[in-house]
């Protein structure tokens, strides 16, 4: 019999709701294409718009499943605006939809946020010369403590406060499992595309800041454990120009949460942009996985968004399931996925609008629907397992 992987399925508000049908179509062609698999799919509704219409950001329903019965969990994206174009805030002023995405990463000890950033073939870069054998690297945003651990007072917070103080936790155990998450991706990974050797970077503020300290020191420690990994280190201010400069140099980063909240924005921009960029959030159990890019309300519905990024995260689900669970069916379902995507790519005609830049400006865009479509087929040309 083959396995059954419970799958929570959150497309959110805005264009979630369209890039994500999209992850399940390719999903479902996958699965039955490689066989020895099968997923079944769990679909609630959550955020901004759920929480204007029901008072509440998701049912107790798709909490408790999405909590405590999911085997992995692919979100769209969450955030929706009102009908003055404000954007939807619970009582407490956090972003309605906050719980499903900063709730779940802390709650259920998502603790590394991987973000690959890859430039493949056929996408431009806004980095002059730099080509796809220049940038591959991943960056692992610590997940659940810094500036986004949950406020542990009630301070009050209105238009008219004159300070307002965001509290930054940093703890021993919340860096040394993200530094641990990160050697052992450096690991597995064939290492900088400038030297092949495997590097793990840690971009944090130690010069000045003594959370960040506490993470640096962190990482040297587990780093005793990784002999064969290369250390390296970066004020973070300094590595937003070394990683424009240099990209190559980079294999694995390591940062606080904050930090690679940003930084990860820039690593999408270099890729190609945000329509390319997947995310998963990890931890022992549970994995949460979405694209980078937010609701983007204005374009939601009409049938223009790029897929790609909701695709490629779908792929590190497999690949995350299939290396949780020693499943091979889904890791080679895992590669097919990221295969299509770039043969899609490379091959440069069927494109959404958000790629049809640099010396792809003359291609005429394609629908979101059509981009899933071409990488369906062209997963019917790639031989299993190749
Ligand atoms: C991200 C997003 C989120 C974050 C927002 C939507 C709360 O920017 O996943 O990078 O700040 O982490
Ligand atoms: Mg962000």
Redesign the pocket.
């Known amino acids: 019999m083959p396995r059954t992987y419970k799958i929570s399925v959150l497309p959110g508000d805005g264009i979630g709701r369209d890039v994500i049908p999209q992850a399940v179509r390719v999903l479902d062609s996958v699965q039955n294409r490689i066989g020895g698999f099968q997923t079944e799919l769990h679909e609630f509704e959550c955020g901004g718009e759920y929480y204007l219409r029901e008072g509440k950001e998701w049912s107790t329903e798709a909490e408790d499943f999405t909590k405590k019965e999911a085997d992995a969990i692919l979100l769209g994206a969450?955030?929706a605006n009102n009908a003055s174009g404000k954007s939807v805030r619970r009582p407490d002023g956090h972003?309605a939809g906050?719980s499903v995405?900063?709730g779940l990463r802390i709650g259920l000890e998502l603790y590394a946020?991987v973000r690959p950033v890859d430039l493949m073939e056929g996408v431009w870069s806004p980095i002059k010369d730099k080509t796809s054998k220049d940038i591959n690297l991943t960056i692992v945003r610590e997940n659940t403590e810094g500036l986004?651990a949950p406020r542990r007072d009630d301070q009050k917070k209105d238009d008219s406060s004159e300070i307002v103080i965001d509290r930054r936790v940093i703890t021993r155990k919340g860096s040394e499992r993200v530094a641990r998450y990160a050697y052992e991706l450096a690991k597995k990974s064939s290492g900088a595309p400038s030297d092949g050797k495997r590097r793990v970077t840690c971009v944090d503020k130690s010069n000045l800041l003594a959370g960040c300290q506490l993470f640096r020191a962190s990482f040297d420690k587990v780093g005793i454990d990784f002999p064969e990994v290369e250390k390296d280190y970066a004020y973070v201010d300094a590595w937003t120009q070394w990683v424009i400069r240099k990209p190559e140099h980079y294999n694995i980063v390591v940062a606080p949460n904050e930090f690679g909240?940003i930084i990860?924005?820039l690593g999408a921009a270099i890729q190609g942009g945000l329509g390319v960029a997947p995310?998963g959030s990890i931890g022992d159990q549970h994995g949460v996985f979405?694209p980078?890019h937010?609701s983007a309300p204005k374009y939601a519905g009409k049938n223009v968004a790029n897929p790609m990024a909701a695709i490629l995260a779908m792929g590190m689900m497999l690949e995350w399931l299939g290396s949780s669970h020693g499943d091979k069916g889904m890791k080679i379902a895992a590669d097919m996925v990221k295969k299509a995507v770039v043969l899609v790519l490379k091959e440069g005609k069927i494109r959404t609008r958000d790629l049809c830049v640099g010396e792809w400006s003359a291609i005429q865009p394609s629908s979101t629907q059509d981009v899933t479509s071409t990488i369906i087929d062209k997963m019917k040309s790639i031989e299993i397992g190749g």
């Open positions: 969450v955030g972003l906050y995405v900063i946020n986004y909240d990860t924005d995310a979405e980078v937010g």
